[in-house]
């Protein structure tokens, strides 16, 4: 469970009583009235009722200009919530599937963050600030360090910082939002990150006194149909992770599509005029995007991550299609490439 709390002018006290009570909110409590005029209420918000409460929230206090909602983490609630009470024996068959239906969405529900608090999250990600960019520079020297000395160890480590897989799944959750500004902002990040890399591998590769020839380097130069099948797979991983909260779930995904490893390569290779192999890591890393925010729009479909209003979620509903379409057309171009690089 977490907590809502709602500080609005005192006129919407009773409004936020009401979606307390409308929503069997577990416990209400509130403060006394500020020197702006304005209560602090709390609810205590079972799993599964917190978007829906959420939405209702700001649907009544949405023209309000002076009001705050704040969602609180809570480790541990005692007295603990009264368990479910068991289905009585005289239901029938179609009243215990239907009850199963509703305790199964139920379920489900208590398992997903908030449209607002995946939101939050992911807008971090997707910044392009100094601390992205030292961590793409960071990450593309341990990379092109492990590459070029065959170190997995050291590879793995700058496949663990992974400071471009966020910038992916937070364009994919704008997408899916409808958010315009969050979409410009990750392609914006997507593309400096890639570009910083590359550049700093060149510089890397010109100053590099030994070979080009290792295996975890050469690895990176060659894409086989399975690689997309990765990518799809890691990048559901990685939107589910969020939309279910469980991040432990990131460090494997950051491992499995690493899109470090082959931007650097991109660099190393061009450093050296070794072009074919460059085009290779290039289609590595182009297979890895495309599948990464292929597979997160779906996740996101299926999983009912939208907007609250229905006009918003019309238009992100026909951009979500259409960035859908796209990425399939360009997975398919890619495998066609793939094939005939394979076959020369």
């Known amino acids: 469970m977490k907590i809502i709390e709602v500080i609005a002018d005192a006129g919407h006290h009773d409004t936020i009583l009401s979606i307390a009570e409308q929503h069997n909110i577990e416990d209400v409590w509130s403060g006394e009235k500020n020197e702006d005029g304005r209560i602090a209420t709390r609810l205590l918000v079972q799993p599964e009722n917190r978007q829906k409460v959420l939405d209702s929230l700001q649907s009544i206090l949405q023209n309000t200009e002076n009001y705050r909602v704040i969602i609180i983490p809570l480790d541990t609630v005692l007295p603990k919530p009264a368990e479910p009470e068991p289905e009585p024996e005289h239901l029938s068959e179609e009243e215990k599937a239907a009850n199963k239906t509703k305790e199964k969405e139920k379920n489900q529900a208590a398992l997903m963050s908030t449209r607002e608090e995946i939101l939050t999250q992911v807008t971090k990600d997707a910044q392009l600030d100094n601390n992205f960019i030292l961590l793409v520079i960071l990450s593309a020297i341990v990379a092109a360090i492990g590459l070029l000395e065959n170190n997995l160890a050291v590879v793995v480590g700058a496949m663990v910082i992974a400071p471009l897989l966020g910038p992916n799944i937070a364009f994919s959750l704008g997408v899916s939002l409808g958010e ?68 432990s779930v990131l460090v494997g995904v950051m491992v499995a599509v690493a899109l470090m490893p082959p931007a650097v390569t991109i660099g190393l290779m061009l450093s050296v005029g070794q072009y074919n192999h460059s085009l290779g890591a290039a289609l590595l890393l182009a297979v890895n995007i495309v599948c990464i925010n292929l597979s997160s729009n779906l996740v996101f479909l299926f999983r009912g991550i939208k907007p609250r209003t229905w006009l918003e979620t019309h238009q992100a509903k026909q951009s979500r299609l259409l960035y859908i379409g796209a990425w399939v057309v360009m997975l398919i171009l890619l495998c066609l490439m793939i094939y005939f690089k394979n076959k020369t």
């Open 180 to 247: 315009k500004k969050l979409v410009i902002e990750s392609l914006q990040t997507i593309f400096v990150g890639v570009v910083i890399a590359i550049l700093f591998s060149i510089g890397i590769g010109l100053v590099w006194p030994g070979t080009f020839d290792s295996v975890e380097l050469m690895s990176r130069t060659d894409v086989a149909y399975s690689s997309t099948a990765i990518a799809l797979a890691s990048g559901a991983a990685a939107s589910l992770s969020l939309v279910s909260g469980t991040s």
